[in-house]
């Protein structure tokens, strides 16, 4: 029998009447840094689910995951320059190449395992970096400002704030239900067993490879979609988005609330970044505190958060 | 035509540098992965620090060389007391742990290296006997201070040779790589070897660093777009080999520098001069990754792997 209010449940859904409510109160008060700062969270935690489903569910640790951040963005990014505002083109679009640069990149690396699959992962994503730096035209190592946000006409109006959080997390919301519907699926069942034991999969006949790889596909495409949010909601892509520390923070933030479960990318995005804004304001050299309590959690927490807070008995 | 093959031979000779300057990072990466089945990604800060050391002590000591030998044994000191304080907990997890732990070092080294240095970067003059060149050929000239990397570097992986393989330490290295349970249970303190294979390995990184600071200066951050060069030459190599390292730093080094030398040119045979100026600087900064796609899909553990692993 499942119990409703487990702490765990009522953490979640504070959290989640938190983010819903908060454009309300920002217009209550007329202050809307909170909604900014949380529209970047969401779509963090956005790139942050995609990644959970690999690197969660099907325990293949990509250190390039950031790359699809990029990807998504320079594709809206290089399509507004170029004329073409219409989201109807831009998101497809963005979709559609970090689809295909996944596929690409899962192909080579899922022929790898362990150590090999997170050095390569990271390699590609370095690559992909120098061919945004080398992009002249495209603003090269200054990025290129993005002047005129996706138009939906009619639809919606991505430069009204509340507008936009609200898309960000319904779209958050919308990627952790499909992560839950893939996970619980015969699909997420062959990841998940190939996690756990590839060879024993492929002994009873399945084709590990082209699960793993779809599984890839599917979580650079989500980032990729993210991408484009998060050029959207800077008005600006540049390399940097897509810096290898970008990978690592999405990592840190999956560890940090808690591998493949559901919610914990989106609990370890609200902590993380919560946590680099509060330091931020006490010590300029906030990472000086950030690097060893990662390493303090990596030595002594494991199961993140979410561990923590499942573990606790109802109350 | 004589201009184009005296470009070749310097990009060459600048490739040969690079390649040697990236086997000393691959090394101790290779070292440490072999032996203590550890990815450090924070072994790039050991090359930053190395940088930093040499930026400080030459001046104060007055002499280039002595400065760098002392940044080289503040290096392996701090090296050793990261592995106590940290590597150390993080034998036998996974590999995802140990990418995470060794990313938290990164921050804490850079924003360390912020808070005591400042966030400018830092300079090492070079003395006169080094900031000169000679000639090559007829009316060519060539840095002494490259000649003098590659030879430092040469010397360097000739020791590092020897010490693995002629040595009793290097056996037991050799030993722990393979079976390190065996060599715990015949007595050998295999703690302490960890703890110096660490902190060699930092000092190796660390004089990576500190002969390029005369050359880029010495900067936040500067060692982890190398060390992320430096993985794909131990992918390549195959991770454990220092063999591997080796071949496989030199081939990677001439193929980038010469690469990005003549791609260029190449291009321009083909197509518009605007098209290959715009493509030219994108793709070149892809060939390295190119070439490590090639190696994966022909042999997926690298050139030379390590049996057992």
Known sequence: MTVLFTARNIAIGALLAFLALLPVYAAATGQFFPLTLFTRIVILALAATSLNLILGYGGMVSFGHAAYLGVGGYVVGILAKEGVTSGFAQWPAALAVSGIFALAVGALCLRTRGVYFIMITLAFAQMIYYVAVGLDRYGGDDGLTIYRRSQFAGVIDLSGKVQFYYLCLALLLAAIWLVWRLVNSRFGMVIQGARSNDRRMRAIGFPTFRYRLAGFVVAGMMCGLAGALLANHTDFISPASMHWTRSGDLIVMIVLGGMGSLFGPLIGAVTLLMLEEGLSRVTEYWQIIVGPLLLFIVVHAHGGIDGILASLRRG | MRDEVILLVEQCLNGLQFGLLLFLLAAGLTLVFGIMNLVNLAH???????????????????????????????????????????????????????????????????ELVRLVWGPGGMNLPLPPYLGTSIEIFTDVHYPVYRIAIIAVALVVALLLYLAVMRTRVGMLIRAGASNREMVGALGINIQLLYTLVFGVGAALAGLAGLIQAPILTAQIGMGENILIVALVVIIIGGIGSIRGAFIAAIFVGLVDTVGRAFLPELFRLAMTPAAASALAPALSSMLIYVLMAVVLVLRPQGLFPVDGK
């Not at chain 2, 701090?78 to 993080?90: D, H, Q, Y």
């Open chain 2, 44 to 110: 790039g800060s050991f090359y930053m620090l190395g940088a930093y050391f040499a930026a400080t002590f030459a001046p104060l000591t007055g002499s280039f060389v002595l400065g760098a030998a002392l940044a080289l044994a503040a290096t392996l000191v701090v090296g050793m007391a990261v592995e106590l304080i940290a590597i150390r907990k993080l034998y036998g997890r996974d590999h995802l742990d140990h990418v995470l732990g060794t990313f938290g070092l990164i921050l804490f080294f850079n």
